[in-house]
């Protein structure tokens, strides 16, 4: 079975919900508006606006929950599902939503700053990265990089809240702005 693909680009509606599930996987859902926007003879006009639920599963789930905010120009990109329900009354439902694969800044929007985590194995006796008992010894490696508007250049920086409270407060809400 094929799966539908799509990206969206739009702004985030509200904000992310979290929970875990039984089994202690970690999701969050939120949801994207999205319309197209173009400057006209009276100035910009804009299509009619599409509303995108959103659901991020993992590791992806844990880094949004930590980096988007209402009102945050996104891209989005992942699969549609739709799922099905009978409600008490007999009634049948359905609901399409984008599974994520990905979600970023929309950097026409937005400066940003990366955190990188990658994993890099302790020095030991063996080489390999293990203890002599077969344990892996690996711990995470953190490296941040500040990208600078216009200005092509990148710096490392341990600073994100700093950043984040900026980016926030530059982030507009809705979906009327310019794409």
């Not at 910009?44 to 844990?62: I, M, P």
């Not at 989005?76 to 800044?105: F, L, N």
């Not at 929007?109 to 990366?114: D, K």
């Amino acid at each position: 079975m094929s799966e539908a693909v799509i990206t969206v680009v739009g702004n985030v509606v509200h904000h992310v919900e979290n929970r875990n599930t039984n089994s202690g996987a970690k999701v969050c859902k939120f949801s994207v508006a999205s319309s197209k926007s173009w400057k006209g003879e009276n100035g910009w006009e804009q299509s009619e606006t599409s509303y995108f639920d959103v659901e991020c599963w993992g590791k992806l789930a844990e880094n949004v929950n930590n980096t988007v905010w209402k009102g945050q120009a996104v891209i989005v990109h992942g699969h549609v599902r739709t799922d099905r329900w009978e409600g008490d009354d007999g009634t049948k439902h359905q609901r399409q939503k984008i599974i994520a694969k990905a979600v970023g800044p929309n950097l026409r929007r937005h400066l940003a700053t990366v955190k990188t985590m990658t994993e890099k194995p302790h020095e030991s006796p063996t080489g390999l990265g293990e203890s002599s008992a077969g344990e892996s010894d690996a711990s995470v490696t953190e490296t941040v990089r500040t990208f600078s508007a216009g200005a092509g250049d990148a710096s490392e920086t341990g600073n994100t809240s700093a950043a984040r409270a900026e980016q926030q407060e530059m982030a507009g809400a809705g979906a009327s702005a310019p794409f």
